[in-house]
Protein backbone atom coordinates (compact mmCIF):
# COMPACT_ATOMS: atom_id res chain seq x y z
CA UNK A 1 0.00 0.00 0.00
CA UNK A 2 1.63 3.51 -1.08
CA UNK A 3 2.49 5.74 2.18
CA UNK A 4 2.92 9.64 1.18
CA UNK A 5 3.99 11.79 4.06
CA UNK A 6 3.33 15.04 4.38
CA UNK A 7 6.93 15.66 5.31
CA UNK A 8 9.78 14.15 5.09
CA UNK A 9 13.04 15.07 7.67
CA UNK A 10 15.55 11.69 6.59
CA UNK A 11 15.80 10.38 3.12
CA UNK A 12 15.79 6.92 4.70
CA UNK A 13 12.34 7.03 5.45
CA UNK A 14 11.92 8.44 1.84
CA UNK A 15 13.76 5.80 0.55
CA UNK A 16 11.68 3.20 2.66
CA UNK A 17 8.40 4.63 1.67
CA UNK A 18 9.12 4.80 -2.09
CA UNK A 19 10.45 1.29 -2.27
CA UNK A 20 6.74 -0.28 -1.41
CA UNK A 21 5.11 2.51 -3.48
CA UNK A 22 2.27 1.30 -6.10
CA UNK A 23 0.66 4.34 -6.71
CA UNK A 24 0.71 3.88 -10.54
CA UNK A 25 -0.34 0.29 -10.40
CA UNK A 26 -3.20 1.80 -7.63
CA UNK A 27 -4.11 4.01 -10.30
CA UNK A 28 -4.37 1.00 -13.29
CA UNK A 29 -1.05 1.15 -14.84
CA UNK A 30 0.58 -2.00 -15.74
CA UNK A 31 3.45 -2.13 -13.88
CA UNK A 32 6.54 -4.92 -13.90
CA UNK A 33 8.66 -4.37 -11.09
CA UNK A 34 8.93 -2.86 -7.64
CA UNK A 35 10.59 0.61 -7.27
CA UNK A 36 14.14 0.89 -8.04
CA UNK A 37 16.70 4.01 -6.75
CA UNK A 38 19.80 3.53 -4.96
CA UNK A 39 21.86 6.33 -3.43
CA UNK A 40 22.54 7.34 0.50
CA UNK A 41 22.16 10.63 2.54
CA UNK A 42 26.00 12.77 1.81
CA UNK A 43 25.95 12.36 -1.95
CA UNK A 44 26.12 15.82 -3.59
CA UNK A 45 25.03 14.20 -7.26
CA UNK A 46 22.12 13.31 -8.34
CA UNK A 47 21.62 11.28 -11.51
CA UNK A 48 17.95 11.10 -13.30
CA UNK A 49 17.30 9.05 -15.96
CA UNK A 50 13.82 8.28 -17.67
CA UNK A 51 13.05 4.46 -16.08
CA UNK A 52 14.42 1.32 -15.29
CA UNK A 53 14.68 -1.70 -18.06
CA UNK A 54 13.54 -5.36 -17.15
CA UNK A 55 17.28 -5.98 -15.62
CA UNK A 56 17.49 -3.09 -13.74
CA UNK A 57 13.64 -4.25 -12.12
CA UNK A 58 14.80 -8.12 -11.74
CA UNK A 59 18.00 -6.94 -10.25
CA UNK A 60 16.43 -3.22 -8.33
CA UNK A 61 19.35 -1.61 -8.88
CA UNK A 62 19.61 1.10 -11.40
CA UNK A 63 21.65 0.96 -14.63
CA UNK A 64 22.93 -2.56 -14.83
CA UNK A 65 21.93 -3.45 -18.04
CA UNK A 66 24.11 -2.30 -21.12
CA UNK A 67 22.79 1.39 -21.19
CA UNK A 68 24.40 1.70 -17.81
CA UNK A 69 27.49 0.14 -19.32
CA UNK A 70 27.90 2.79 -21.89
CA UNK A 71 27.10 5.63 -19.33
CA UNK A 72 29.96 4.69 -17.17
CA UNK A 73 31.98 4.00 -19.99
CA UNK A 74 30.67 7.83 -21.46
CA UNK A 75 31.67 9.01 -17.88
CA UNK A 76 34.93 7.27 -18.04
CA UNK A 77 33.96 5.72 -13.97
CA UNK A 78 33.97 1.68 -13.05
CA UNK A 79 30.84 0.70 -11.50
CA UNK A 80 32.36 1.15 -7.42
CA UNK A 81 33.28 4.64 -8.67
CA UNK A 82 29.78 5.16 -10.16
CA UNK A 83 27.61 3.89 -7.66
CA UNK A 84 29.43 6.15 -4.71
CA UNK A 85 29.06 9.22 -6.85
CA UNK A 86 25.80 9.37 -7.71
CA UNK A 87 22.30 9.11 -6.30
CA UNK A 88 20.33 7.08 -9.08
CA UNK A 89 17.02 8.00 -9.44
CA UNK A 90 14.62 8.15 -12.59
CA UNK A 91 11.28 10.10 -13.51
CA UNK A 92 9.17 6.83 -12.79
CA UNK A 93 10.76 4.01 -10.95
CA UNK A 94 8.91 0.78 -11.86
CA UNK A 95 9.32 -0.95 -14.77
CA UNK A 96 6.74 0.03 -17.34
CA UNK A 97 7.44 -3.18 -19.49
CA UNK A 98 7.47 -3.54 -23.59
CA UNK A 99 6.04 -0.69 -25.38
CA UNK A 100 2.95 -2.61 -26.97
CA UNK A 101 4.43 -2.75 -30.59
CA UNK A 102 7.36 -4.80 -29.19
CA UNK A 103 9.90 -2.33 -30.31
CA UNK A 104 11.44 -1.45 -26.72
CA UNK A 105 10.15 -0.35 -23.84
CA UNK A 106 6.82 2.05 -23.02
CA UNK A 107 7.61 5.09 -22.00
CA UNK A 108 5.74 5.58 -18.67
CA UNK A 109 2.62 8.11 -19.44
CA UNK A 110 2.41 12.07 -17.75
CA UNK A 111 -0.07 10.67 -15.56
CA UNK A 112 2.71 8.18 -14.17
CA UNK A 113 4.92 11.24 -14.39
CA UNK A 114 2.98 13.36 -12.36
CA UNK A 115 2.50 10.59 -9.42
CA UNK A 116 6.27 9.58 -9.41
CA UNK A 117 7.53 13.48 -9.09
CA UNK A 118 6.53 13.46 -5.58
CA UNK A 119 9.73 11.12 -4.80
CA UNK A 120 11.57 13.46 -6.98
CA UNK A 121 10.74 16.63 -5.04
CA UNK A 122 11.11 15.14 -2.13
CA UNK A 123 14.88 13.67 -2.88
CA UNK A 124 15.75 16.74 -4.07
CA UNK A 125 14.85 19.02 -0.90
CA UNK A 126 16.53 16.50 1.36
CA UNK A 127 20.10 15.82 -0.84
CA UNK A 128 20.60 19.52 -1.72
CA UNK A 129 22.87 18.05 -5.01
CA UNK A 130 25.41 20.00 -6.32
CA UNK A 131 25.05 18.49 -9.33
CA UNK A 132 22.17 16.93 -11.42
CA UNK A 133 22.73 15.15 -14.55
CA UNK A 134 19.14 14.28 -16.33
CA UNK A 135 20.27 11.56 -18.62
CA UNK A 136 17.53 11.29 -21.88
CA UNK A 137 15.23 13.54 -23.27
CA UNK A 138 12.32 13.04 -20.97
CA UNK A 139 14.25 13.67 -17.97
CA UNK A 140 15.91 16.61 -19.97
CA UNK A 141 12.48 17.77 -20.31
CA UNK A 142 10.88 17.11 -17.10
CA UNK A 143 14.10 19.09 -15.23
CA UNK A 144 14.60 21.64 -17.36
CA UNK A 145 11.90 21.89 -19.86
CA UNK A 146 14.21 21.83 -23.12
CA UNK A 147 13.04 19.12 -25.57
CA UNK A 148 15.82 19.43 -28.16
CA UNK A 149 18.85 17.67 -27.23
CA UNK A 150 21.11 19.33 -29.67
CA UNK A 151 19.71 22.68 -27.58
CA UNK A 152 21.40 21.55 -24.71
CA UNK A 153 23.94 18.54 -24.34
CA UNK A 154 27.10 20.24 -24.07
CA UNK A 155 25.45 22.99 -21.98
CA UNK A 156 25.18 23.30 -17.87
CA UNK A 157 22.27 25.39 -16.37
CA UNK A 158 21.74 26.10 -12.83
CA UNK A 159 18.68 24.81 -10.38
CA UNK A 160 18.09 26.11 -7.22
CA UNK A 161 22.02 25.65 -5.85
CA UNK A 162 22.62 22.95 -8.56
CA UNK A 163 24.84 22.71 -11.73
CA UNK A 164 22.49 20.40 -14.01
CA UNK A 165 24.47 19.07 -17.15
CA UNK A 166 21.98 16.54 -19.29
CA UNK A 167 23.38 14.23 -21.26
CA UNK A 168 21.76 11.79 -24.04
CA UNK A 169 20.14 8.76 -23.22
CA UNK A 170 23.21 5.37 -23.33
CA UNK A 171 20.31 3.40 -24.85
CA UNK A 172 21.33 1.39 -28.24
CA UNK A 173 18.40 2.44 -29.42
CA UNK A 174 19.16 6.13 -29.58
CA UNK A 175 21.30 6.91 -33.10
CA UNK A 176 21.81 10.32 -31.86
CA UNK A 177 25.12 10.07 -30.45
CA UNK A 178 26.45 8.77 -33.90
CA UNK A 179 26.40 12.30 -35.50
CA UNK A 180 30.16 13.20 -35.48
CA UNK A 181 28.70 16.85 -33.93
CA UNK A 182 26.10 15.28 -31.16
CA UNK A 183 29.32 13.26 -30.33
CA UNK A 184 31.54 16.23 -29.83
CA UNK A 185 28.93 17.70 -27.75
CA UNK A 186 28.11 14.94 -25.32
CA UNK A 187 31.82 14.40 -25.06
CA UNK A 188 31.91 18.10 -23.67
CA UNK A 189 29.05 17.39 -21.32
CA UNK A 190 30.95 13.80 -20.59
CA UNK A 191 33.60 16.32 -19.06
CA UNK A 192 32.13 18.95 -17.71
CA UNK A 193 30.18 16.12 -15.57
CA UNK A 194 33.81 14.41 -14.49
CA UNK A 195 34.83 17.92 -13.51
CA UNK A 196 32.29 18.66 -11.44
CA UNK A 197 32.70 15.15 -9.48
CA UNK A 198 36.11 16.25 -8.97
CA UNK A 199 35.25 19.70 -7.39
CA UNK A 200 32.83 17.45 -5.08
CA UNK A 201 35.10 14.88 -4.13
CA UNK A 202 37.53 17.28 -3.26
CA UNK A 203 41.32 17.26 -3.26
CA UNK A 204 42.87 13.80 -3.10
S1 LIG B 1 6.63 4.61 -10.92
FE1 LIG B 1 6.94 5.88 -9.08
S2 LIG B 1 4.89 6.59 -8.42
FE2 LIG B 1 4.62 4.88 -9.89
S3 LIG B 1 4.44 3.07 -8.55
FE3 LIG B 1 6.61 3.23 -9.16
S4 LIG B 1 7.59 4.43 -7.52
FE4 LIG B 1 5.36 4.70 -7.31
Known sequence: MTRRRSSYRSLRSLQGDNAVCRACAEAGYPLESLPVLEGRPGQRAYLLGQAPGVVEGEERRPWRGR?????RRWLSLDEDAFYA????????????GRHPSGRGDRTPTLREQELCAFWREWELRLLRPRLIVP???????????????????????TL???????????????????????RARLGKAAHHVRRELELIAGPP
Not at 85 to 96: E, L, M
Not at 139 to 152: K, N
Not at 163 to 177: D, E, F, K, Q
Open 135 to 157: VGGLAIRRLLGIDSLGECIGKSY
Open 67 to 71: AGRTL
Open 85 to 96: AFYCASITRCYP
Open 160 to 182: DEAIVVPLPHPSGASSWPNDPVN
